[in-house]
């Protein structure tokens, strides 16, 4: 079935430090691919999205690109920020939606 | 903001009694979904509906109901509440009137519900 795998936390950086939060899936169709992020005490909220191969999601200085040959979606950000503390998660959607598990994030100033 | 209240948003019940959460939309989406959230397991799926009175369990739907009797209303059963229930509970729709792989699902700010 249908599943995904990122990048287990949790991950703390210093503030203005490079970001990356890996993740793959397994999937049988061509899904689209989702980030989302929770805020302490909240519900998610969506990040960013692609559905098609090489497309790149984009949102709040946060990128992540649809690779298809590596059954990746990275998220990236060049410069964090102590806003940015939170949990990530990649989901895919075929006909659900399938989450991986989740990755803290804590930016220290 | 899509349009998702949840009900009650905090519960502390007993072992053994019978609770349900509610959840309500105000733009007439057609799919909507209950999921768990819990630590080490991310968003699982309890059941989704994808119109009034049509329903279908997700992975973890044992020990859970669901009713949908009008379009804006997506309740959530827990028939008799067990401590391995103790989670947090989203509600959620998909936009568009179609699951297409391609449509955003967006989530209410959940239900935290405690079994003791």
């Known amino acids: 079935g249908d599943s995904v795998t990122q990048m287990e936390g949790p991950v703390t950086l210093s503030e203005e430090a490079f970001l990356t939060i890996n993740c793959t899936y397994t999937?049988?169709?061509?899904?689209?691919l989702f980030w989302y992020v929770q805020y302490p005490g909240e519900g998610l909220q969506l990040l960013l999205k692609?559905?098609?191969?090489?497309d790149k999601g984009s949102n709040k200085g946060f990128e992540a690109t649809y690779r298809k040959e590596t059954t990746s979606f990275h998220l990236e950000k060049g410069s964090v920020q102590v806003s940015d503390s939170a949990v990530y998660f990649c989901?895919?959607?075929?006909?659900?939606?399938?989450f991986g598990t989740g990755t803290r994030l804590t930016i220290i100033p | 903001d899509a349009g998702i209240t949840q009900s009650p948003r905090h519960k502390v019940t007993e072992t053994g009694t019978p609770v349900t959460l509610r959840c309500h939309q105000t733009e007439n989406h057609r799919y909507m979904y209950w999921y768990r959230q819990d630590p080490g397991h991310g968003l699982r799926l309890i059941h989704y509906s994808y119109g009034v009175k049509d329903t279908d369990k997700g992975e973890v739907s044992d020990g859970y109901s669901v009713s949908r009797s009008k379009t804006e209303d997506f309740l959530l059963t827990l028939e008799s509440a067990t401590s391995s229930q103790t989670s947090v509970y989203f509600c959620a729709i998909s936009e568009g009137q179609e699951s297409a792989a391609g449509n955003t699902i967006y989530f209410g700010e959940g239900s935290w519900l405690t079994v003791v």
């Open positions: 999937a049988t169709g061509y899904p689209s």
């Open positions: 692609a559905t098609k191969a090489d």
């Open positions: 989901a895919l959607r075929w006909e659900k939606l399938t």
